[in-house]
């Protein structure tokens, strides 16, 4: 059995394809909250999930996977997210609750897992630029996250 190694805050993971307009919006809020350099959170990006991933997060006490949102509220939504026994898990392509399941699986990991779907709106073209009105949801999306884990991790350092 494996032993886990779990001294590490938070694992953020911003995910999609920069290339596809409003898809980046994952790794560019990602991206901003790597540039606070903020204690004890550790910032990926990435086009998709992976089963690796499922290794990394269980290293973890939480993770918050960002991607861009076709549904959902404007500007962005936070909300946290389970293991899913349920779901179909592919090899190409996995959802955050694939990525936990596994984790939990796997590596008995006991993450809390959060998911920041930011709402999105052009991705039918190759273009590296956001559109204007998701460009918009990024800033208050990386407001709120940023003053979440912040928050959080002044929480933790008191409890």
């Known amino acids: 059995m494996m032993t886990k190694d779990i001294n590490l805050s938070t694992l953020v993971i ?9 898809d980046g919006l994952g790794p560019a809020c990602a991206d901003r909250i790597a540039e606070l350099n903020l204690s004890g959170v550790t910032v990926e990006t990435n086009y998709q999930l992976t089963v690796e991933d499922a290794l990394e997060l269980s290293r973890y006490q939480q993770v918050v996977f960002i991607d861009a949102s076709l549904r959902g509220g404007k500007p962005f939504f936070l909300q946290q997210i389970e293991a899913d026994d349920e779901r179909q898990m592919g090899s190409h392509v996995l959802s955050p609750q694939a990525v936990v399941t596994l984790s939990r699986t796997l590596f008995d990991a006991n993450t809390q897992a959060f998911l920041m779907g930011i709402r999105g709106y052009a991705f039918d073209r190759f273009e590296e630029a ?18 979440w884990l912040q928050s959080r991790e002044k929480y933790r350092d008191h409890a």
């Open 130 to 147: 956001l559109s204007p009105e998701a460009q918009l949801n990024l800033n208050q999306a990386f407001d709120y996250l940023a003053s």
């Open 14 to 22: 911003g995910y999609g394809n920069p290339g596809r307009q409003d």
